[in-house]
Structures are given as structure tokens and as C-alpha cells.
């Protein structure tokens, strides 16, 4: 379907196909809502650039990332949710039905609206780092290093992202450095441990990097020691940068109640937003737990709070 096809007003739009947005779908269809679920440009989230995920209930083997939001997909189809390909760039909440503005200039109605948007991965922010995107420099272990085979290459980054990409990247890599710009990682302590274990693992402590070196593709860090202001070179053929995420609510920030970092702000304990019929689940709402299953839980929430709220309108 697309968005000039659909002139009629949805119960239940739903933006964004991770965790949290396809159980919004799958909650809404059952309860007869009919959502239409708008895939963003990652189709089924963050999950679908991560390996194993071992910590999803249900999964005592684990399972891979893709194949986990195939299933979630399939089970909302099941119950009759509509999907749609596109991405909303300006809404209108100054009255209902809301109309969702898509990038190619069509748009949708909407009576109540669950955004799912999540977050996205976050960029050191030097301009050799863009220029050789795609050419050495990435923010997905999952997708790209395969491509690393038997090189050299640098994870930016404590946290427990940095420590799961740097562990995963030792299955292709010669050696991995990770460089981290305090003495200690942020990363939990299972996470640091395996790390710490992992002989193809180095650490530089204390450092950022200054430059991407490199024309068409990397050769170098340039790196600066923020103690001693030491400034070195590093010969890597690879940058997998991994410093957190932020929540992907630009269209959204001038309508919302968001916090200072973007996050979608919620009553306690429910999903509703600062606009009634407005609803936010997943890491679009959550800087905190930041899980597949807290995410799939809040979408639970958002489906059950958006069917209430038009059942309270229609009595
Ligand atoms: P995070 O916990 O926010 O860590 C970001 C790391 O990047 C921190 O070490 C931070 O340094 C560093 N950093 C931030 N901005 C930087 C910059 N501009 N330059 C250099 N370094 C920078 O993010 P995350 O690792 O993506 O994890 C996010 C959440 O997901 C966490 O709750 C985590 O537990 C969870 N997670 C869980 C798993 C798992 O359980 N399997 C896997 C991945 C993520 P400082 O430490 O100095 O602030």
C-alpha cells in the first residue's frame, strides 16, 4: 500500500518496525484496530544489524536479530496489520484526526498515533569520519566485519555496545583496540570481562579520536591522549565507532514533552504523551533499559492505552 492509496483515517498508525512497534501492531490487530505500521528506513530496528540475541525470553538458544523481528512481523501480518514504507518528516497534532507528512509528499490521517521510532547510533562528529563511511568507518559489527578479515581494527567506546562489537569483531579481525576516552568502561561487568579475556583484545585508555587518516579508504587514527595530550598514531584498517545512541524524534520535538537528550517523555507507568491520542514506546521513550523485551513490553502498553483511549472516546 501506499500512503496516496490510503485516504481514509486509521484507528492505529504505528511509526517504526522494531521491537516495540511491531507488538504495538500485533496487540492493536488482535483488538480489531486494523494499525497500519509505517517501516522506516531500518525495517524491524536496531535488532536487525545484531548477531545473537541471547537475552530474549523464550530463546534459550538464542536467536539472530533478523530472524527475531521476521517472526514479530510475521505474527502482526497474521492479525491483519497493514505496512507501509515511508518516512514521516512533519506532523500536525493540532487536531484530529493527526495527519502524518511522509518525505515524498504524501501524507496520512491518523485518530490516535504510537510512535516506535527507537534510536540510532551515534557519531564521533569529525568530518573524516563521514568522508570515509562506508569506506572503513561503521557503526554495525553485524553488518560490516565480515569485510575485516585478518586486519587491523578500532572500537570507539565503553560501553557494553563497544565491548559487544569489539568481542564480535575478534571473529574476523587480527586485532582489535578498543579506545575509550576515560580509565574505566561503562560497560557491565560480564561484558568487560569477556573483553579483558579476549586475547585478540587491546585497550588505549584516556583517548579520543582526533582523525580518520585515509583518502578512499582508512589507514590510520589519529588519536590524542586528553591526560597527557599525547597525540599518536594508529595503524587500523577499520572504525567501528559504538558511543550510545539518540532517539530518532526530530518530527516530533516541537509537539512533544521530550527530556534535554530528545527522549519522548511519558506519564509514569504508561505510554501516553503530552498530546492525548499520542502514544511513545521503545528506546524512543527510554534512555534507560533500552531492551527488546522492555521495548516489545512498552509496545504492548501503547497498543492497550491507544485501543483505550478510543474506546473512551466512543462511549
Ligand atoms: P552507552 O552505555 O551510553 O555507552 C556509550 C559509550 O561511548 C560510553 O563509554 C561513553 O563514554 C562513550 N562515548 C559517548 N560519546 C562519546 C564521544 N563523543 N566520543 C567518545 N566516546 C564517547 O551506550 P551503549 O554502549 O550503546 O549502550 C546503551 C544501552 O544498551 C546500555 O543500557 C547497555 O547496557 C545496553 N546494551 C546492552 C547489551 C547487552 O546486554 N547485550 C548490548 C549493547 C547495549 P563515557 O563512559 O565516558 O560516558
Not at 504495538?24 to 525495517?43: F, S
Not at 487536531?95 to 534510536?119: E, H
Not at 585497550?203 to 591522549?225: M, P, Q, R, S
Request: charged fraction near 20%; glycine fraction near 10%; aromatic fraction near 8%.
Amino acid at each position: 500500500m501506499t500512503a496516496q492509496e490510503n485516504s481514509n483515517v486509521e484507528s492505529v498508525t504505528i511509526l517504526g518496525s522494531g521491537p516495540a512497534g511491531l507488538t504495538a501492531a500485533i496487540y492493536a490487530a488482535r483488538a480489531n484496530l486494523k494499525p497500519l505500521v509505517i517501516e522506516g528506513e531500518q525495517p524491524g530496528g536496531q535488532l536487525t544489524i545484531t548477531s545473537d540475541v541471547e537475552n530474549y525470553p523464550g530463546f534459550p538458544e538464542g536467536v539472530m536479530g533478523p530472524e527475531l523481528m521476521a517472526q514479530f512481523r510475521k505474527q502482526a501480518e497474521r492479525f491483519g496489520t497493514k505496512f507501509l514504507v515511508g518516512r514521516v518528516e512533519k506532523v500536525d497534532f493540532s487536531q484530529r484526526p493527526f495527519t502524518l507528512y511522509f518525505n515524498d509528499g504524501l501524507s496520512v490521517k491518523t485518530s490516535t498515533l504510537i510512535i516506535a521510532t527507537g534510536a540510532s547510533a551515534k557519531w564521533i562528529g569529525l568530518p573524516s569520519e563521514r568522508k570515509l563511511w562506508g569506506k572503513g568507518v561503521s557503526s554495525c559489527a553485524t553488518c560490516d566485519g565480515f569485510f575485516f578479515k585478518n586486519m587491523d581494527i578500532a572500537v570507539v567506546g565503553g560501553g557494553d555496545t563497544a565491548m559487544e562489537e569489539a568481542t564480535f569483531l575478534t571473529r574476523f579481525a587480527k586485532s582489535v583496540t578498543v579506545i575509550h576516552r576515560r580509565d574505566t568502561l561503562r560497560a557491565s561487568k560480564i561484558m568487560q570481562d569477556k573483553a579483558f579475556a579476549n586475547p585478540k583484545i587491546k585497550f588505549i585508555w584516556d583517548t579520543e579520536v582526533e582523525e580518520v587518516l585515509g583518502e578512499k579508504e582508512v589507514h590510520a587514527l589519529k588519536l590524542k591522549n586528553i591526560r597527557t595530550q599525547e597525540v599518536s598514531e594508529l595503524q587500523v584498517q577499520g572504525l567501528f565507532v559504538a558511543i550510545g545512541h539518540e532517539p530518532n524524534t526530530a518530527p516530533f520535538r516541537q509537539h512533544l514533552k521530550c527530556n534535554p537528550s530528545g527522549y519522548i517523555v511519558v506519564d509514569p507507568g504508561t505510554t501516553k504523551t503530552n498530546v492525548p491520542g499520542v502514544f511513545a514506546a521503545g528506546d524512543v521513550a527510554d534512555h534507560v533499559y533500552r531492551q527488546a523485551i522492555t521495548a516489545a513490553g512498552t509496545g504492548c502498553m501503547a497498543a492497550i492505552d491507544a485501543e483505550r483511549f478510543l474506546e473512551h472516546e466512543e462511549a
